[in-house]
C-alpha cells in the first residue's frame, strides 16, 4: 500500500511558529480518527520535536513538517538544519529542571522515534500507530 500524503508545512526555526503545526496537527489527528488522548499525545510530541528544531537547530532555519500514512501508522517527519544524533537514551529530567523533557516526552508518546541525519539536516520521525 502507497503513503498517502496528509500534509506539508514549512515554517521558519521561530518559536511562535511551532503553534500553526500543533493546530495542524489537531485537525489531521481528528480527521484521521484518532481517539482523543491518542491526538493529544500526538499533537504534544510533534509540537516538542518542532520546537526542539527551534532551539538546537541553525538560526533562521526552515522547519518541514510532512505528515502521511503508511498503513496503519501515521508518520510525521521534523525535517531541520543542523545534524543531530542523540548520544543517550531519553529520559526525563530531574522535576526541577527548566528543559530537557521533549526527547522523553516524543518516546512516551509515540509507538516509535527515529532520528535521521544526512547532509547537515536532521529529521526527526515520530511514528503513532492508528487504533
Avoid at 87 to 114: I, N, Q
Amino acid at each position: 500500500m502507497a503513503d498517502i500524503n496528509l500534509f506539508t508545512i514549512e515554517l521558519s526555526g521561530r518559536s511562535e511558529h511551532v503553534s500553526a503545526v500543533r493546530r495542524a496537527m489537531r485537525i489531521l489527528a481528528k480527521e484521521e480518527g484518532l481517539s482523543p488522548d491518542a491526538g493529544d499525545d500526538l499533537c504534544l510530541a510533534v509540537g516538542e520535536a518542532c520546537a526542539n528544531a527551534v532551539e538546537h537547530g541553525e538560526q533562521d532555519c526552515r522547519i518541514h513538517v510532512r505528515a502521511r500514512r503508511s498503513g496503519r501508522d501515521i508518520v510525521i517527519d521534523v525535517d531541520s538544519a543542523g545534524e543531530y544524533s542523540p548520544s543517550s537514551v531519553a529520559t526525563m529530567p530531574e522535576t526541577d529542571a527548566e528543559g530537557g523533557r521533549g526527547r522523553a516526552l516524543m518516546h512516551a508518546l509515540t509507538d516509535r522515534v527515529e532520528y535521521i541525519t544526512q547532509a547537515g539536516r536532521t529529521i526527526v520521525r515520530l511514528v503513532k500507530r492508528i487504533f
